[in-house]
């Protein structure tokens, strides 16, 4: 089955900047998108189709695509950004989505 | 606004059965693809399943695949999954969500908990 693979943490200083990647076979067919979730709460959307953002989202959050590699870029981290982080995509089919196992960010 | 309410959650027996729904409100439900989603607990997300906008399409992913069905109610704006023989590794919170005009899960709804358990 199709896996996407994104590192368990990552660590930061406020101010600065995080990078969270994700990796998959189809990644260079298919969308990516990012989601958000604080302890206790359901998920965020905050990068859609690789690179866009939705409305409400703030400007640090960036997306973007290489090849078999999507990543999420936090600008000028905050402590309110600390949260658990899932790149999600699909197959080459387009048929089973599919969420990587998630990256932790904690803001020093 | 976008409201998704999912309920029908709660303790089961492996083997056993259980169907949860999601009310959806704040929008053209039969214009929109659905999804479930699935968190165990302390675990990362599980994609589940997806339905299409009329109902005519629908895709699993493979640990339920043969187990769970998806079905909608355009009349009723409500989204079910029916699940059989659960398992215990089915224990999880379930959210259905909903797919965004520019794509991705745009709305969630706040998860029902359920947990396979003798």
């Known amino acids: 089955s199709y896996e996407l693979t994104q590192p368990p943490s990552v660590s930061v200083s406020p101010g600065q900047t995080a990078r969270i990647t994700c990796s998959g076979d189809?990644?260079?067919?298919?969308?990516a998108y990012w989601y958000q979730q604080k302890p206790g709460q359901a998920p965020v959307l905050v990068i859609y189709?690789?690179?866009e953002r939705p409305s409400g989202i703030p400007e640090r959050f960036s997306g973007s695509s290489s090849g078999t590699t999507v990543t999420l870029t936090i600008s000028g981290v905050q402590a309110e950004d600390e949260a658990d982080y899932y790149c999600?995509?699909?197959?080459?089919?387009?048929?089973?989505?599919?969420f990587g196992g998630g990256t932790k960010l904690t803001v020093l | 606004q976008v409201q998704l309410v999912e309920s029908g959650g709660g303790v089961v027996q492996p083997g056993r059965s259980l169907r949860l729904s999601c009310a959806a409100s704040?929008?053209?439900?039969?214009?929109?693809?659905m999804h479930w989603v699935r968190q165990a607990p302390g675990k990362g997300l599980e994609w589940v399943a997806v339905?299409?906008?009329?109902?005519?399409?629908?895709y699993y992913a493979d640990s339920v695949k043969g187990r769970f069905t998806i079905s909608r109610d355009n009349s009723k704006n409500t989204l079910y999954l029916q699940m059989n023989s659960l398992r215990a590794e089915d224990t999880a919170v379930y959210y259905c969500?909903?797919?965004?005009?520019?794509?991705?899960?745009?709305?969630w709804g706040q998860g029902t908990l359920v947990t396979v358990s003798s």
């Open positions: 969500a909903k797919v965004g005009t520019l794509g991705g899960l745009i709305n």
């Open positions: 704040g929008f053209t439900f039969s214009s929109y693809g």
């Open positions: 339905i299409s906008y009329d109902g005519s399409n629908k």
């Open positions: 189809a990644l260079p067919k298919q969308y």
């Open positions: 189709k690789d690179s």
């Open positions: 999600q995509s699909a197959d080459s089919s387009g048929t089973c989505w599919v």
